[in-house]
């Protein structure tokens, strides 16, 4: 049975960091592209970095450039987002989603939620203002 389950996320102050992690079971990620999103309260879910089979790697908001890094470990089938220098402006709900078509991560363009077949539940990054 596929499934992705997320963890890592808490309670930081301004300036902290957090890694949260995406286990995949039930499929092998080096055939499908996994991305992070995050929903913040009372807006959409938006496409925050993707990391596709070949391990390349694409951030999607500017804001989160230079802080967050996407990896993978492939020997334990999990997915990461480092994220530093944390701001309030990144408090929300953070989830992994999977994907084996190719081209759901691609430069230049947004990351599409309905592009995502698997997705997990997600889990709460909260930075105080």
């Known amino acids: 049975q596929s499934h992705l389950a997320e963890s890592g996320g808490g309670l930081v102050q301004p300036g902290g960091s957090l890694r949260l992690a995406c286990a995949v079971s039930?499929?092998?990620?080096?055939?499908?592209?996994v991305g992070w999103f995050r929903q913040a309260p009372g807006k959409e879910r938006e496409g925050v970095s993707c990391?596709?089979?070949?391990?390349?790697?694409?951030n999607y908001i500017d804001s989160v450039k230079g802080r967050f890094t996407i990896t993978r470990d492939r020997s334990k089938n999990m997915v990461y987002l480092q994220m530093n220098s944390l701001k309030s402006d990144d408090t929300a709900v953070y989830y992994c989603?999977?994907?084996?078509?190719?081209?759901?991560?691609?430069?230049?363009?947004?990351?599409?939620?309905?592009?995502?077949?698997?997705w997990g539940v997600g889990t709460q990054v909260t930075v105080p203002s």
């Open positions: 039930g499929f092998s990620i080096d055939y499908y592209s």
């Open positions: 989603a999977a994907e084996s078509r190719v081209g759901v991560c691609a430069p230049r363009r947004p990351l599409e939620i309905d592009a995502f077949f698997y």
């Open positions: 990391i596709d089979s070949d391990g390349r790697t694409y």
